[in-house]
Each structure stands twice: as C-alpha cells, then as structure tokens.
C-alpha cells in the first residue's frame, strides 16, 4: 500500500532553515508527482510546493517562493522541502502528499519562535 512519512520537522528560530525529507513507498515514484502542503492551527490546509515527476519543474505558494525549494531523489523514492529564512508564519504541520489520490503522510511539525 501507499506509504508516505515524513521527517525532520522541529522548533526553530525565525530566519533558521530547515529540510524535511518524504520517504515514499508502496508505489513506483519516479512516475507521480509530489507535493507539499501545510496546515497552521485553525486554517484549512494549503499547497505549499509541487514538482514533477522527473524533477525538472516547480512550483510553489507565493508566500514561500524564494525561501523554500522542493526536490526530490527518484532512486532513493525521497522529496524533501528545504525551508530557509523561516517565519513564525511558517508554523504548521506538514504534510506530503502524491499529487493524484488521496495520499497523505502523517505530518511533521515545524515551529518557528523565539
């Protein structure tokens, strides 16, 4: 079955940087699409990053474009986001998702304050 898991959320100070990594499994996923989304207490859920399957395009939220870079690594079936110039507005929950289907992992949670 569809296996996605997150990792390498945590608390960090504003303007910090931080990677998360999305191991996926149970599908061949140099075919699909991966995104990233995010939900802040409160707030519905928001895209965050998307890249194609080969990796060769991107796009982003306009609220993160600059800061974070999505990427993927198809032999090790991994999308990591890399978060630089972190906000407290980047607080939330993240979450990878395989763009097609209803496929979610379980979360990592990143808090940026002081």
């Known amino acids: 079955q569809v296996q996605l898991v997150e990792s390498g959320g945590g608390l960090v100070q504003p303007g910090g940087s931080l990677r998360l990594s999305c191991a996926a499994s149970g599908f061949t996923f140099r075919y699909y699409v991966m995104t990233w989304y995010r939900q802040a207490p409160g707030k519905e859920r928001e895209l965050v990053a998307r890249?194609?399957?080969?990796?060769?395009?991107?796009n982003y939220a306009d609220s993160v474009k600059g800061r974070f870079t999505i990427s993927r690594d198809n032999a090790k079936n991994t999308v990591y986001l890399q978060m630089n110039s972190l906000k407290p507005e980047d607080t939330a929950k993240y979450y990878c998702?395989?763009?097609?289907?209803?496929?979610w992992g379980q979360g990592t949670q990143v808090t940026v304050s002081l």
């Open positions: 890249i194609a399957s080969t990796g060769t395009v991107t």
């Open positions: 998702k395989r763009a097609d289907g209803n496929y």
